[in-house]
């Protein structure tokens, strides 16, 4: 008996310990962390770190300082190592880890390999987070053309929306751009493509009336990223600038 009411007390625990809010009204907090070239971007909300894209260059950043008592999810914007890199040391180190999208390019059996490793998360908790996917895909895509098939999200927040583009290139821009509805309100741009002159056109910055702040997740010595003309412009539409190389993990409170 002594034997149920300690079995009956561990399901109950896990089961508190699963869906109470870890902080409760916390605001949402975007951290981009630097990772050298690549991208990993986490939201943290009360319950839950909603990762966008998870490579890099240098070992894993101290995202479990934030993660490791809340529940997991990705979203991954294609397949490029630098953005998928992390994904085997994401499912042995973050708790109840799942895969909410995948690349949309064609990527290698290895890499796929690696995915696999994730379990599918339903896609209503995203939802229910205030992430909305605008990815449009173009109806033709040349095999050197794989940017344009990168997923793009915005994380929808009171204070001013995220806008987090992945790898997407200008053409793809001309697409999604007019999914993004007035009331989104974006405020912060996680720069398409690392800061590269082939992302950031002049048109998605018209479109973003509110935009205050870009970042680059970037080491400039590997690529030139961000790219001087994509700074420019950025400065001419008076956006700040800032790069993980120089500001190290950046935190924004939502
Ligand atoms: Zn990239």
Request: net charge neutral; hydrophobic share 40%; charged share 20%.
């Amino acid at each position: 008996m002594t034997h149920l009411f300690v079995k009956i007390f561990a399901v109950l625990s896990i089961l508190f310990w699963q869906t109470k809010p870890i902080s409760p009204g916390l605001k949402p907090l975007l951290i981009i962390w630097d990772i050298g070239q690549g991208l990993w971007v986490t939201i943290v909300t009360d319950r839950a770190c909603h990762h966008f894209d998870i490579g890099g260059e240098k070992w894993p950043p101290p995202v479990q300082h934030w993660c490791r008592s809340r529940d997991n999810d990705l979203f991954i914007s294609h397949g490029d190592e630098d953005h998928i890199k992390f994904v085997p040391w994401a499912v042995r180190h973050l708790p109840r880890f799942c895969l909410v999208a995948g690349p949309l390019d064609e990527i290698s059996a290895r890499k796929k390999q690696n995915l696999s490793l994730a379990r599918p998360c339903s896609a209503e908790s995203a939802r229910d987070a205030g992430i909305r996917e605008i990815t449009t895909l173009p109806t033709h895509v040349s095999e050197h053309d794989h940017n344009l098939l990168s997923r793009v999200y915005v994380f929808d927040s009171p204070e001013g929306a995220v806008l987090l583009p992945g790898d997407s290139i200008v053409e793809g821009e001309a697409l999604w751009l007019k999914q993004l509805r007035a009331e989104y309100h974006i405020r912060i741009l996680v720069l398409g493509h690392h800061g590269s002159r082939t992302s950031t056109g002049e048109a998605l910055l018209r479109h973003l009336p509110d935009l205050s702040i870009a970042i680059a997740s970037a080491r400039k010595a590997k690529y030139g990223h961000p790219h001087a003309e994509v700074v420019r412009r950025l400065l001419d539409h008076h956006i700040s600038v800032l790069t993980t190389e120089d500001y190290g993990h950046i935190a924004i409170r939502l």
